[in-house]
């Protein structure tokens, strides 16, 4: 992950950009260039998904640059998605995060091949197994027959150790903006 560019000031935000905290979107108040005409949809969607807008010739995550203008301030720590979709920037969608907190909300890794979130078949044992990261240690939550049971485990687990940046195999249900 890059650093992020905190450079621009609350009152330079406000005067460029205009954010609609029920869509997500930035509109531009004021000309920036020719490919930046006041009136338009600030933003482009990034390979990593996220959405960057370009100001002042900085480059700024739009999620970022969303805390910044309904608080005022840049954000303190990571912003993350709850819904876990990297454009989607409407203001209930976004809430600040630490780093164990954003990994507790991640979707399963791609190399997962039991479907569930800390599920993973054991040769040794011939059972599923689930386990939990918890402040850089690995807690064995059990070992058990199906994979279900195993993923019910590791749901129990992240609740009480996540709260509600816990994510299971359900992910969050979070509603679209109604745009």
């Not at 900085?58 to 640059?65: N, Q």
């Not at 990571?78 to 907190?101: E, T």
């Not at 569930?116 to 939990?132: D, L, M």
Request: aromatic content about 12%.
């Amino acid at each position: 992950m890059t650093k992020a560019n905190d450079d621009i000031t609350f009152e330079r935000l406000r005067e460029v950009m205009h954010y609609d905290p029920v869509t997500g979107d930035f509109t531009r108040r004021i000309s920036l260039g020719a490919n930046a005409p006041a009136g338009e949809i600030a933003g482009s969607l990034k390979p990593s998904g996220y959405v960057t807008i370009d100001i002042d010739g900085k480059r700024y995550r739009a999620h970022r640059l969303a805390w910044l203008y309904v608080t005022g301030e840049h954000p303190r720590s990571m912003v993350d998605h709850r819904d876990n979709i990297r454009n989607h920037n409407w203001w209930s969608n976004l809430r600040l995060a630490d780093h164990q907190q954003n990994g507790a909300n991640s979707r399963p890794k791609r190399f997962n091949t039991s479907g569930y979130k800390g599920v993973y078949w054991c040769k040794q044992t011939e059972k599923w197994r689930a386990k939990i990261n918890v402040d850089r240690r690995q807690i064995h939550l059990g070992s058990f027959s199906t994979r279900e049971e195993a993923a019910a485990a590791y749901a129990h687990g992240a609740a009480r150790y996540f709260g509600e940046f816990s994510r299971t195999h359900a992910g969050v249900n979070i509603s679209p903006p109604p745009y």
